[in-house]
């Protein structure tokens, strides 16, 4: 059996696959025992990743693509696709079937999440329909119960966060998801990721990781919604089983997570374009050397 130490980049829903596969000993029945621990930050996920202090990493791409960006001997890569397409949801005080993304220039907007990927992937949402990204009133980030809190209280206008908090505030009727990122198409969002050195020297425990994961995604996208949350509840302990099988369910629908773990060139280059053009990134990183196909 393989053992691997993993960052868990931050405690999200849309990282349910990997809650399920710990939660049914699917890792383990894949040949490798995976001991994650939740990461302090983002940045450390990375850093730790790099320095060794962690053999792996889940979290999103963006993060090893500015890496590259700023480190040319940069050696880490990311294998095994785990979330598909943008989580995040744009949440209304009230339903409004006619929202599109160009109600937002001149809108209040609140970020609820420290991670800078939603934004950047809305912001170029934004540019390519012609409008200025900051003309958007935007305060970012702020923490979701604040957030949907100022959103009742008409302090923002609308507030971009994932799940559980579109549902909650669907439940708590006090507000409504107008919009989905997963509806913008592939996207590399979530996959593992670590040294080069780790993929090249542990062939063994790589393989075992992604037969888990493939054994993850296939059971969080077959079962019933009820039945993942009560799987997931260990990490959600803040939440009740019938608010997180409505916000698993949502996903879903949206078909958040894939069946196939590789990462393909057209969810990296979507991911890309938006990191540069939000200047997250300055340089045309190539798939290749940031992406690992196993």
Not at 17 to 43: K, R, T
Request: aromatic share 10%.
């Amino acid at each position: 059996m393989e053992r691997v130490i993993a960052y868990e980049n931050l405690r999200g829903l849309v990282y349910s696959p990997f809650y399920i596969g710990l939660a049914e000993g699917l890792f383990e029945q894949a040949g490798v025992e995976l001991l994650a621990s939740l990461s302090p930050s983002g940045e450390e996920t990375l850093a730790g990743a790099a320095a060794g202090r962690v053999e792996i990493a889940w979290g999103g791409p963006m993060r090893v693509m500015r890496d590259h960006d700023r480190n040319t001997n940069s050696n880490l890569v990311c294998f095994g696709l785990a979330v598909q397409r943008d989580p995040f949801l744009i949440i209304g005080a009230e339903p409004d079937p006619d929202f599109t993304i160009a109600n937002l220039p001149t809108r209040r907007l609140a970020v609820a999440t420290e991670a800078p990927t939603p934004w950047l992937l809305l912001q170029e949402d934004v540019r390519r329909l012609g409008f200025d990204p900051t003309s958007i009133e935007l305060t970012d980030p702020v923490n979701p119960i604040d957030a949907l809190e100022g959103l009742a209280n008409s302090r923002f206008d609308y507030v971009l966060a994932f799940e559980p908090w579109g549902s909650k505030a669907e439940f708590e009727g006090t507000g409504s998801v107008l919009s989905v990122g997963a509806r913008r198409g592939p996207l590399a969002f979530t996959s593992f990721y670590g040294s080069r050195d780790f993929v090249i020297k542990r062939p063994t425990a790589v393989s075992a990781l992604l037969r888990g994961l493939s054994l993850s995604l296939a059971r969080i996208n077959s079962m019933e919604s009820e039945e993942a949350a009560s799987k997931v509840k260990a990490w959600f302990q803040e939440f009740d089983e019938p608010l997180l099988a409505a916000a698993i369910s949502r996903y879903q629908r949206l078909n958040i997570w894939p069946s196939d773990t590789k990462i393909t060139v057209d969810g990296f280059v979507r991911l890309k374009s938006a990191l540069i053009s939000g200047g997250f990134i300055q340089s045309d990183t190539a798939y290749d050397r940031v992406i690992v196909e196993i």
